[in-house]
């Protein structure tokens, strides 16, 4: 008999184990069983065979129409045509065995065919497929019986370890497996409709029918959704466990005298998260708390009220920006809010002021050490910077909160640099632009508290998207750059985003000074025509904009790869509307705030995912003038890059759009599997469909940690959770 543990060579042979390692990493019986079917077929149901792709890895169940060999100079080939009443597909075998499975292939009967899909003339087909005859009335009766009325797994395959293989394989495990303990209390499964362990484990891969098989799913799943859960629990409750400087309000402080300054009514979001935000910084365990909301939605100014507090009770706030163009433009902002209040102790500064230190990687030496010393001082009661913040050589007198906007952008190392930077665990707030899905929050960000501002302040002007397919009308893009005309003739700005910054700056490096990509890659290259020329480049696209249809018109240029003192003269320039247009990279992506821009063309645009689009379309219209999104694409009107260019156009709801993002790509890449370069444990768990069942794990993962927080009294739940975090599979548990 066997366990989960026992080596795979022990069960199904040294020669079929070998194979199963190299192509799918398994070397245990649990490896095996956790390569879930992923569909299963039975006798009556017929595989689409109209939606084949070529080069796709296939596995179908079709009947055989006909099949003819064919003679030629060249040998003998076998031509077989089968069908699944909606498409057609043609198998083709050459050389000496054409005559044999000629045989097999007989008119009538159905199989399952495996191999990779190819195209002959416009005919999609199969060369040399595997292939396994599903059981008619003159077969023998031992394997009629494993087949009839059976369902039939289907497993992600390879060219070496076919279906049928691991299938074979599965089933002699499943004889020799002793019975699987189950970590999962009898009275929890029992409140939550789930099978035992053991039974859906046989069940995922024989069940009985279809219901036995979406049981078992679901029991599979929801042990996938319960051991991040835990995980994520666990991180929460030694969180509170912490001791936190508590940062109380001040009823005659800065931010007294802030509110007072403010020209206009904070929303009543912006309000009562101030008031929550505001509550925890007076707590004596740490926040940990992520603010999100559209675009616009007024995030900076509930997170400088609390960097304002935590500042009115002695301590210093540090905001954590991805880039420096994003960081100069938060030091801007903040100083021009603030006003006098944020040159505390200079010439014309408030009494009651602090400072606000700007610090990135490129100031100079003199106003580097400045910045260190006002930081390390308690001078600066805010500082602003980049990833320079979390290097070793920058202390901070009491660093009391730290902010991190756009979370996405930083890795788990640069995040914990600058939480150790603190006496005491500081309080964090982390603001991301980007609306995340409910259930992506819970897991995602899962250790966070969550607040959202769903509500746009007043003054915010509608935006207008629109996909422009230059290829089919090439006379929409003429139109673009008229639009563009227009609205400079009437007195306000564009920006023209390309995805790469050019060829000779490409050369120096993929990534921008800030150590963060910008320049654009497609989600999805295999249906953009683009993919077979370079994308379009800011240092290509701005002459040719100056010399033909923005001619006459002020153009500059920003990308990451300008200096310093040159991408400041740029930004400020534009701000001050002393240019027209601003020719950029994704480096304008978020942050830049410049009310008198109103319009937004996107080239390429098929190369930009969800929520990079909304994100730059979120940089026009934030004054009283409408916005205008152009989105210029080559890709083709039925391909899934114009699909989803076509849903950006459809919606300004960056809730309904992040849904979206994160249906279309991969939940691993969702989850952090692919930063971290391994197989994702999460197999079956989808962010989306399982909405519900994530919610009641988080729930009993909750309740199961206050009463047992080591999990000492669960050993294979513990083991379960210790399994995830070593593979690495933490990344994204990472995001306090």
């Known amino acids: 008999m066997a366990t989960l543990d026992t080596q795979l060579a022990e069960v199904v042979g040294g020669r079929t184990a070998k194979a199963l390692e190299k192509g799918f990493a398994m070397r245990t019986v649990g490896d095996l069983l956790a390569h879930y079917p992923r569909r299963m077929a039975e006798r009556g149901e017929l595989t689409d065979l109209t939606a084949?792709?070529?080069?796709?890895?296939?596995?179908?169940?079709?009947?055989?129409?006909?099949?003819?060999?064919?003679?030629?100079?060249?040998?003998?080939?076998?031509?077989?045509?089968?069908?699944?009443?909606?498409?057609?597909?043609?198998?083709?075998?050459?050389?000496?065995?054409?005559?044999?499975?000629?045989?097999?292939?007989?008119?009538?009967?159905?199989?399952?065919?495996?191999?990779?899909?190819?195209?002959?003339?416009?005919?999609?087909?199969?060369?040399?497929?595997?292939?396994?005859?599903?059981?008619?009335?003159?077969?023998?009766r031992a394997e009629a019986d494993i087949y009839a009325g059976r369902l039939i797994p289907v497993y992600p395959a390879t060219q070496a370890v076919r279906t049928w293989m691991i299938s074979e394989s599965v089933r002699h495990a499943l004889l020799m497996l002793d019975p699987v303990p189950d970590p999962v209390e009898p009275e929890v499964r029992a409140r939550r409709g789930l099978l035992d362990l053991d039974t859906a484990l046989r069940?995922?891969?024989?069940?009985?029918?279809?219901?036995?098989?979406?049981?078992?799913?679901?029991?599979?799943?929801?042990?996938?959704?319960?051991?991040?859960?835990?995980?994520?629990?666990?991180?929460?409750?030694?969180?509170?466990?912490?001791?936190?400087?508590?940062?109380?309000?001040?009823?005659?402080?800065?931010?007294?005298?802030?509110?007072?300054?403010?020209?206009?009514?904070?929303?009543?979001?912006?309000?009562?998260?101030?008031?929550?935000?505001?509550?925890?910084?007076?707590?004596?365990?740490?926040?940990?708390?992520?603010?999100?909301?559209?675009?616009?939605?007024?995030?900076?100014?509930?997170?400088?009220?609390?960097?304002?507090?935590?500042?009115?009770?002695?301590?210093?706030?540090?905001?954590?920006?991805?880039?420096?163009?994003?960081?100069?433009?938060?030091?801007?902002?903040?100083?021009?809010?603030?006003?006098?209040?944020?040159?505390?102790?200079q010439l014309g500064g408030?009494?009651?002021?602090?400072?606000?230190?700007?610090?990135?990687?490129?100031?100079?030496?003199?106003?580097?050490?400045?910045?260190?010393?006002?930081?390390?001082?308690?001078?600066?009661?805010?500082?602003?910077?980049?990833?320079?913040?979390?290097?070793?050589?920058?202390?901070?007198?009491?660093?009391?909160?730290?902010?991190?906007?756009?979370?996405?952008?930083?890795?788990?190392?640069?995040?914990?640099?600058?939480?150790?930077?603190?006496?005491?665990?500081?309080?964090?707030?982390?603001?991301?632009?980007?609306?995340?899905?409910?259930?992506?929050?819970?897991?995602?960000?899962?250790?966070?508290?969550?607040?959202?501002?769903?509500?746009?302040?007043?003054?915010?002007?509608?935006?207008?998207?629109?996909?422009?397919?230059a290829a089919e009308k090439p006379g929409w893009l003429d139109r673009v750059w008229q639009r563009v005309r227009e609205e400079v003739a009437a007195g306000r700005q564009a920006y023209v985003v390309a995805p790469r910054i050019g060829e000779d700056m490409d050369a120096i490096g993929k990534v921008s000074e800030d150590g963060m990509g910008e320049d654009a890659g497609p989600p999805d290259e295999s249906d953009a025509p683009t993919s077979r020329r370079p994308p379009v480049?800011?240092?290509?696209?701005?002459?040719?904009?100056?010399?033909?249809?923005?001619?006459?018109?002020?153009?500059?240029?920003?990308?990451?790869?300008?200096?310093?003192?040159?991408?400041?003269?740029?930004?400020?320039?534009?701000?001050?509307?002393?240019?027209?247009?601003?020719?950029?990279?994704?480096?304008?992506?978020?942050?830049?705030?410049?009310?008198?821009?109103?319009?937004?063309?996107?080239?390429?645009?098929?190369?930009f995912g969800v929520s990079q689009l909304h994100q730059l379309r979120g940089r026009v219209g934030r004054g009283g003038h409408p916005g205008i999104c152009l989105l210029v694409t080559d890709a083709d009107a039925e391909s899934p890059s114009r699909e989803r260019l076509d849903a950006v156009a459809a919606t300004t709801d960056g809730f309904e759009l992040a849904r979206l993002d994160v249906a279309q790509r991969r939940e691993g890449d969702v989850l952090g599997a692919a930063q971290s370069g391994r197989r994702s444990q999460l197999r079956l768990l989808s962010l989306l469909r399982d909405e519900e069942l994530i919610v009641a794990a988080r729930a009993e993962a909750t309740d199961l940690i206050a009463r047992d927080p080591e999990l000492t009294g669960h050993p294979l739940l513990a083991a379960q959770v210790a399994a995830l975090v070593r593979d690495d599979q933490a990344d994204y548990l990472e995001k306090t």
Do not use: C
Request: net charge negative; no cysteine.
């Open 203 to 345: 069940a995922m891969h024989e069940p009985a029918d279809r219901g036995q098989w979406g049981a078992a799913r679901k029991r599979l799943a929801w042990d996938e959704a319960l051991g991040v859960q835990l995980a994520l629990a666990q991180r929460r409750h030694a969180a509170a466990q912490h001791p936190a400087v508590a940062r109380a309000p001040r009823s005659n402080g800065l931010l007294a005298a802030f509110d007072q300054r403010l020209p206009f009514e904070l929303t009543a979001g912006q309000r009562e998260i101030g008031e929550q935000i505001a509550e925890e910084l007076a707590g004596a365990h740490p926040m940990h708390r992520l603010l999100q909301g559209e675009v616009g939605s007024g995030k900076t100014v509930v997170a400088l009220r609390g960097m304002l507090q935590v500042v009115d009770a002695g301590g210093q706030a540090a905001l954590l920006a991805p880039t420096e163009v994003l960081a100069a433009q938060h030091a801007r902002t903040v100083e021009a809010m603030l006003g006098p209040l944020a040159h505390g102790g």
């Open 350 to 469: 408030a009494d009651d002021g602090t400072r606000v230190t700007l610090l990135t990687g490129s100031l100079p030496t003199a106003a580097r050490r400045r910045a260190l010393l006002e930081a390390a001082g308690g001078a600066a009661g805010i500082v602003i910077g980049t990833h320079a913040l979390i290097q070793e050589h920058v202390q901070f007198a009491d660093l009391g909160l730290v902010v991190v906007d756009e979370q996405h952008r930083f890795g788990v190392e640069q995040r914990d640099a600058l939480r150790g930077k603190a006496a005491q665990p500081p309080h964090v707030l982390v603001m991301t632009a980007t609306p995340i899905p409910r259930t992506v929050a819970m897991t995602v960000f899962g250790d966070l508290d969550t607040s959202t501002l769903a509500e746009l302040p007043a003054g915010r002007a509608p935006i207008t998207t629109t996909v422009v397919p």
């Open 52 to 140: 084949l792709r070529v080069d796709d890895e296939v596995t179908v169940v079709a009947d055989v129409l006909s099949s003819a060999i064919k003679r030629a100079q060249n040998g003998v080939r076998l031509e077989v045509v089968v069908g699944d009443g909606k498409g057609n597909l043609q198998l083709v075998f050459f050389g000496r065995t054409a005559h044999w499975r000629e045989k097999d292939l007989q008119v009538g009967r159905r199989g399952l065919f495996s191999g990779k899909v190819g195209d002959f003339r416009g005919r999609r087909q199969l060369v040399h497929p595997d292939y396994l005859l599903l059981p008619g009335d003159e077969l023998d």
């Open 537 to 607: 480049a800011v240092t290509d696209v701005a002459p040719m904009l100056a010399g033909g249809p923005l001619h006459g018109l002020r153009l500059e240029v920003l990308h990451g790869r300008l200096h310093p003192d040159e991408k400041e003269r740029v930004m400020t320039d534009f701000a001050a509307a002393r240019s027209d247009v601003l020719v950029a990279t994704t480096v304008i992506e978020v942050g830049v705030d410049v009310p008198n821009a109103t319009v937004m063309v996107v080239l390429d645009a098929e190369r």
